[in-house]
Structure formats: structure tokens, C-alpha cells
């Protein structure tokens, strides 16, 4: 729990929320990146050139309301040259920068070493890694430097993975599988967020997208494929009841128990993750609590009820929760 | 001359002032209708933007649960697009057309008065869900499936209300059309109608062109929601990408229908404001039917994220960056007769000026949405926010708060405090800038857009603080405005006839002119017909012989669509109830249909098919049997 | 729609009347209205994998839709008449060629209303995509014949009083005719033999 901690604070303290189209972890987003400065500079240009020439015309003579109308020369040659001429040539160049760059950004899937599926729900993010039999949510782990291909879709309304130090969006949309490329060239965390809208709760749908080493993310891996360890001592037996005498089961599956639903995210290694509610609040044991007994209050409209419990019992059910490592 | 003048006033004398509130069908009136009627949603759409900016102004807001706050979004789109900005040009094109084409009134006076009672019904008719908390809420172009699945009726005041809005919309482009082709005074030629009317011909074709494609995506839409069909969802053989190419196929458009009026009464303005007719007239007007007709090739450059194979997408980029280029020719067709001219800074002249900055920063920021990886990163953030709002506030706000203060000492007759006026242009100017500008920056920083809220790690606090801030300012700034109107209508100075000296034939005629527009139907030789005063002059002579003065009853010409020779008299009606008759009667309809109400819709069928027979009943004929 | 004063020294044949032209483009609304239903039918059909008609819905049979199409297009035939007739200041002609007209129209109204029914027993709107779009496409051109039905008996009844607009009326029916024709036409191609193709 403490490493998650730390790794959280990393990138939730750090510089912006780890969200930001500027900074560059991959080639991909380095490529939208550059695009962005030169077009800027271009753009600051044309604003310049404009801006001059109606201070050249608001500036230079004043007339009266009174004052006779001139003739003057029509200015089509102007416009023609100003307006279609040296703009064409601009536009010309900026396409074939646009064609250049969109292989960059474009899934390639077959230089991809590994894959992911992301299936975006109403509100969260249901992660798996179909070929090893790992499953989680709000969290997409990927080894440092490996392009992986990620596949997106929706089980319910369109969604959209943003994940913009990595890459461009790339709309989930139900019946349809799109596909971007995440390779991360440094190890650390990276905030995505739904960027389509798609209900009451849209506004709280992040994820965090962790690279890390290829060894760190193999042995991640691995655990994730395994079924939660079985609980160690009587309290965390207990806590098992709790939950399976809940509501939790019909909505939540935790691998290796009877707790099979897939309404709600994967919660086998909850104690893993960063954050609760798709990146709304961080996971600790306070947050935990207040998200079990009135998620309303933090995420209103979400798909999940409240659930009373006493004291003890959601003591012992927090400590079960706590294990699920 | 006298005589012939008092034969017109007689025709034209207006019954009761009850009578003419239900029944008049003077474009004049029904002008002013649509644009204070657009005026209060303009309001309303504003006031939901300020609460929207409250909830965001700091991180983690609580002041809207996340469903007012959906809701108030999609409204405040909604509001904004269907009826604020397009009424309101529409108002002005109202108002303005006849007049500027030497007639008397538009082609199918009557139906122009069902125009504005259908928006006011169907306007009034969206709005009602928000009095019962049922709003639509998935924002103003509707994605399915979350719109085919929803519950509750939201959306049916979406679907339902979008197609009777329609009916008018589509009503007001088809008398556009065949007023600007057949109406106009002899001798104005097409090369010689105003560019304002140029815009209205291009936005009225697009209308006609693009609106049936929103009616087909609302119709398919209602028929999923209330009847069981399917068509946007993959298990059934549907797609949801459906609704969106049959959304943007009309909405890109639908831009243009909004960008196009607008940069026409820019041209207007222009002109006079630096006392020179505008240059390249003939480039201006390609420049606005070519933008009109482009318009409809780049509709998938707003899908860019959905998945689509690249060559469709590198289309459509080409596309959407060639459709700059009639934008750029009008630009630079202003600055070239601002340049070539001497200009009078007045209020109407610095709003179009803080057009020009404002929508070229937002032209820039459109062409940068063409390069695809460009627009994959930043769409559906709030860069595109800022976007839309510097091409729309720019591109159609500020040029229709220029027009405001042009036309209105025509349509009242009494002139606007300057003082006041410049106040709010810069009131406005900075209040945008500071709304709008910051969110370019909260996009590149990550922050997408509808969200009710935000955290408060991200680096977006102060830059939503900053447009919140902006948002009072410019609301100050809209205050003054209306401040500034309404002081003026009752207390301005008068205005007289031509206060501005301007170029084109309303300024031919008295402030407010008289219901018959012109004593004498005006004969026109330039693009300028005000500024030739020896033409004036020669309208003046021939009132007094009494040539093209039409007083036998409600009268206008006919001329030929290209070179607008004189071809014949028309006769036009007068008052009459049934347009608003046949409004209600559709209202009833409309009523029956969201209501799931199959007698109540029945007789709405009824009574259309009551008002339409009424309506084209020869009450009191005029013309002779032929037979 | 704004009448027509003759007779004045100034006034020229042969120019359209208003009407005309307002009626010319209500059909243009219209028929891009269809066009885009129509490219709807193929956007879904193109999605499709495997066969089309989806999910096993028999082709539909082509003898008796093709006798509804042909009993509207025959239409087309007495629509022409009354026009010309009602230039031609002939008002028996033209009450007789509209009668026929509207006997055609009501014989498709109630022929295909039949169809629709026996096509409802194979498969229905909310069967799935296919069955939408064929309802849509069926229904809403339906719903413009009877428009138009109306329209020629709203055209019949004002000839009592042949003026100009009883004239006008009667030539802008014809032309809504025509384009009911041409859509029927697009829609039998695209319902009925396109899936064989």
C-alpha cells in the first residue's frame, strides 16, 4: 500500500495532473506535439500580418460622415494574392505535414509486442490482458518502451480514451473495436480521461496508465492473472463473508471466490490500485469506507447503491479489501 | 405626387393594433419579431452559460448536481445554435431583404408569418422541458446510443422540437430564395445585389440542402425511441456512427448557415464605415456561395477520433483546409476597402473590427483542427470549446451586435448613445477574450469538455477562475448593450433617413420606412444604389408621374431571375390569421406526439389540414376567372 | 402564395410564378430528405456482414410492389394532362384528369397498405436495422402519396373558381406528382431489386 502511495503522489503531485498534450512521454505524442508548435508560430504570424493591416487601415486616414466616397482601385489583385494565393501554398504545405505525421500517431498493430483491452463503461474503465488472463480497472500497466496495442470499445454508450502524454484519443464505441498504440519512452504514470461524453457521471471516468520496467510490468502481470489470495486469518475470513453475504457479488468478481459479477470493475487486486471510482479519489482505507457505504456522495448518479453496514463488520470487510494484493 | 403617395398609404393602412399583432404579414414586423424573440433566448442561453461558469469557476464544484449541470450544457448549445443565432439572422434577413432589393415584401408574405410563429412554438415548445426538469441533456448534437436508450422524454424534446424548428427554418430559406430571384427592384442585376443578400441566397440554399439531414437523423431517432426501430446500435444491424454522418452532414453546414448572414452584414457595414464600395464585390460573392456549396464536403473532420479508415479522413482534411480559403478572400476583401478607404469609426464599425481579430484567431485554430493527429489529441477538449466560441461569438455575435447598431436607427428611427456603444464593445471585447482565450490552454493541458466538474491537481483552476471572471465581464458588456437599445428606443435623438450615409436602398427610405417600404419601386444601375443619387433622383420624378408606384393595393414586381427586368405586377395579401392558425394546429400535433398521445396528434392532423384548406381559400378574390 | 395580377401593360408571359418556384424547392427539401434515407439503407447494408436481406428475412418478392410502383407512375400520366390542360383554360379537362389522377393514388394508397401488412407477417421495423430502414423508407413515402392525394383533391375543388392560382395550384400538384413518382421508382430499385444484385 505504501508503494502504491508513493507512486500516486509521484504523479498526482508532480507537474500538472500528468494529463497534458505538451508534455511528451512517446513518439506519437512528440509528433502532435511539434505539429502544435509550428502551427502556433504560423497561426501567431497570420494574426500578426492581419492585425498590422487593419492598424494600417483604421490608422492611417480618417474620414467624416460627411465626407464624399471615393472610387478607388477595386483590389482584386489583393485579395486574389493575399486571400487565395500565398493561403493555397500554406494550406499545401500543412496537409503534407498532416500526411507525413498521421502514420506516426495511426495504429500499427503489427509492430505492437503486446496487447491490451480497454472496454470503456458507464463510468469506468474495464482493463484485461486477454492473453494472460489479467483483469483490473481504471489502470492500464504497460512495459517502458514497448509499443502495445490497445483495443477499445464500449459495452454500453461511446466513450473516448484520451491518454494525451502517450497519444492522440480514440473513441470507444459499442459494436466497434478501435485500436491505439501506446509506447511509453520513460517509466511513470499518466492520467487519461473519457473524452466523449456519455452520461451523469462522464466528468469522473479517468484512468492512470502506469509504465514501468519490462521485469516490474511482468511480474504485475502475473499477479494480476492470479486469483486473489485466499484470506490469511479469521478477520479476513470474516470480511469475505461480509462481502459475499452482500450486494457486492452480484456486480463485482473476484477471481478464486464465488464473486463472479461484471456489472461494476474487477476488484481481485484492488488493493493494488491507485484510485477508487475511475480516478475520482484516491484508495485508502478512509476513502475506501465512505466510496462502500455512500458512493452517491462522491460520484452521484453512478451505477452503484450504498451499502449499510455496522461497524465491525465493515472493519473487518475494509481489512479483507486491504489484502486483495 | 401627393395623391399617389396618400392612394399608398391608403392601401397600406394597417387595421387594429389587435389585428395586427396576430395577423400581419409585414416582413418588417415580423423582423423585429425574430429578432427580439432570439434576443430573449440569447438571454436565456447566456444566463445558463453563467451558471455553467459558476459550477467550473474552482475545482470539485457543488453548486449544480451533475444532472442540472447536463442539462444546462445542452440547452445552452441548443439555445444558442438553433435559436438564438439563426432566428436572429434570420431576423435581419427579415427585415432587410425587400428592403434592399427595392420590394414591397417577400415572395410568400404569409408564409413568412408562419415562419416566425413556428419558431416561437417550437422554441417555446424545447424550453418547456426545462420548466419540467426534463431538458435534453446529452448536448446539442445528441450521440447515440446514449440518445436512442435514454429514458424519460429529454430527448423526444430534442428530436420532436428540432423538426418542427425545421418547418420554419426551412419556410423562412425558401422565401429567401425566391424573393432574392424574383422580387428584386428592375436593373439590379445578380452583379448588383447587396452582398448581404448574396450571403442570405448561399445560406438559404444550404438550408434547404443540409436541414433535411438533422430531420432525417431526428426522425430515425424518434422512430428508435418511440416506435421500437433500430437503427443505431450494432446487435440489431444498426450503427452509431449512423447518427452522427447524418448529424454532421447537416451540422457542418449548419456553421455556414450561421457563419454566412452573419459575415454579410459585415459587408454591409464595411463599405460604408470606410466610405468606398467593398472591393473585389465579384470575389466576395463567389467567396460565399463557394464557402456555401464546400460546406457540405467536410462534414467527417468532427468524427476524425471515431476509427475511420485513412484515406477517408485524409479527404476530408484536404477538403477542410481548401474550404479556408473563401473565408481568407472575404478577409482580406475587408481589409482591402478598410485599407483603400477612409474609415469613420463608429460602434457598428468597431464590432466588426473585433470580428476580424476575433474570428481569424478562430479560423486559425479551425485549420489547425484539419491536421488529423492534431485534432485526434485536442477534439472534445476545451481547445475545440474555445474554438467554436472564437468562430461563433466571433464569426456571428460580433457582427450581429454590429448590425444591431446599424440597422437600428432604420428600424426605429432614433439613434443609439455612442458613448454607451464603445463602452460595450470593449466591455465585450476584453469579457471574451478573458472567457475564451484561457480554455485553448485548459484543452492543451488535458481538460476535456462536458464535465460538470474538475480535480483540483490538474493546473486547470486558475485558467477556469480566469473564465469565469471573463464571463461577468462580457456579460457586463451584453448588459450595456441592451441597456443601450432599449434607452434608445424610447429616448434616442432621431436618426433620420440616412444617418450613415449608407450604400444600399433601406437607406433609400424613411426611418422607420412606411409599411409600403418605397413610394416608388426604385430602378437600380450599380451595387451601390444609395451612393447613385442621380438614380434617386429619377425615383423621385417618376413618383411624381405616378410610373411604378403599384397603389392599387399590396403591390410589388416581378423581374427576371438573372438581369431582373420588369416582367410583371404581383399582388400580394394582407393580414391574415391563418399562418398563426396553422402554427398552433402543428403545435397541437407536435404536443400529441411527445405526449405519446395518438388523439391529441390526430387532431393536430386535423387542424392542419383545417388551417391549410382556410389558408389558401379564396376569401375575397382578386383576380378575374379565366374559365 | 403571392397572386398574379394580368392584364397590365406592363405584364409579360412565360416568367414561373412564385408558387412554382416554392414548390420546386419544398421538393427539392424533400428529396434530399429521401436521398438520405436512401444512402442510409446502403451505409447499414454496407456495414453488413453476410447476406441482405440480415438474419435470414427472405428477399421480397418483386410482381406485386412492382404493380403498386407502376399504378403510381401511371399516375404521372392524367397529373400531365390537368397541368396542361389547366394552361390551356380547359377546367373539365382538368377535373377529370385530376379525378383520375387521385383514383391511381388512393389504388397505390390501398395496394400498398396491403403490401405492408403481409410484409409485417415476414419481418417488422423492430426486427433489426433492415427491417427499420424498408418500414422507414415504405412509410414515410406513404405518408408524402397521401400528402399528395390531398393536395390534388385540395387542387380538384378549388378549380370551382378557375383563376390564376386554381391554375397554379393545379401545375404545382403536377410537379409533387412527379417527384412522388420518381421516388417510388428510386425506392422500388432500391428495396426490391438492388438485394438481388
New interface residues.
Partial sequence: MGATLTLAAFGLAGCGGGQSTLVVRSDASGRIDSLWWVMLVGSAIVVAVVLALLALGLLRRRGTPAEERKQRRPGTTFVAIAGVAIPSVVLVALFALTVDALPKTSPNIDKTKLSVDVVGRQWFWDVSYPADGARTANEIHIPVGVPVDVRVTSKDVIHSLWVPELNRKVDAIPGRTNHVVFDARTAGIYRGQCAEFCGLQHAHMALYVVAEPRADFERWLRRTAAPAPPPANADLERGQQVLLGSACEYCHRIAGTNASGTVGPDLTHLATRMTLGAATILNGRGNLAGWILDPQHIKPGNKMPGTALTGPDLQSLLDYLESLR | MAANVERLERAWAEPGALITAFATVDHKKIGVRYLTTATVFFVLAGLEAMVMRTQLAEPNGRLLSPEAYNQLFSMHGITMIFLFVTPMLSGFGNYLVPLQIGARDM???R?NAFGYWVFLAAGLFIYSSLLIGKAPDNGWFNYAPLSSNAQGTNIDFYGLGLIFLGIST?AG??NF??TI??LRAPGMSLNRIPLFCWAVLATSFSI??A???L??DC??LE??RK?????FEKA????PL?WQ??FW?FGHPDVYIIFLPAVGIVSSIVPVFSRRPMAAYHLVALATMATGFLGFGVWVHHMFAVGLPQVTMTFFAAASMAIAIPSGIQIFAWLATIIGGRPVIRTPFLFVVGFIVVFVIGGLSGVMFAVIPFDQQVTDSYFVVAHFHYVLFGGAVFPIFAGVHYWLPKITGRMFSERAGVASFWLVFVGFNLTFFPMHIAGLLGMPRRVYTYPDHMGWDVLNLLSTIGGFVLAAGILVILANVLWSVRWGPPAGDDPWDGNTLEWATTSPPPPYNFPVIPVVRSADPNWDREDRSADARRLEHGELVLA?GH?TV?T?EVDAE????????TDSPWPLALALSLTVLFVGLIASSNLIAWVGVGLV?AS??AW?Y?WT??????? | ????????P???PG?RP?GW??MV??I???A??FA??LA?YF??RF??VGGWP??GITDPTILKPLLATLILLAAVVPFAVASAAADR???PVVQLALACGIVLGVGFLVFQYVLVQESLDRFR?????????F??LVG?HFVHVAVGG?LAL?ALA?TW?????A?V?VRVTALYWYFLAVVAAVVFLTLYLSPRG
Fill in positions: 415572395a410568400f408574405p408564409m426551412t430559406a425558401v430564395i425566391v430571384f424574383r434547404v440542402f436541414v433535411p439531414s430531420t432525417a426522425l430515425l422512430l428508435s416506435w421500437g426501430f433500430h437503427f440489431t444491424g444498426g450503427d449512423l454522418h447524418l452532414i392599387d403591390e416581378s427576371g420588369l416582367e410583371r405586377v404581383l399582388r400580394m395579401p389540414l391549410l384548406a389558401h379564396p378574390p382578386h383576380e378575374e376567372e379565366l374559365a | 402564395m403571392t397572386e398574379l395580377v394580368v392584364g397590365r406592363d405584364a409579360t416568367a412564385t418556384w416554392g424547392l419544398l427539392a427539401t424533400e434530399t430528405l438520405l434515407l442510409t451505409y447499414l456495414e453488413t440480415p438474419d383554360l380547359r377546367p421495423p423492430g426486427t433489426n436495422a433492415y427491417g427499420s430502414i418500414y422507414a414515410l390531398i385540395w378549388r373558381r378557375f383563376d390564376r392560382t391554375i395550384t
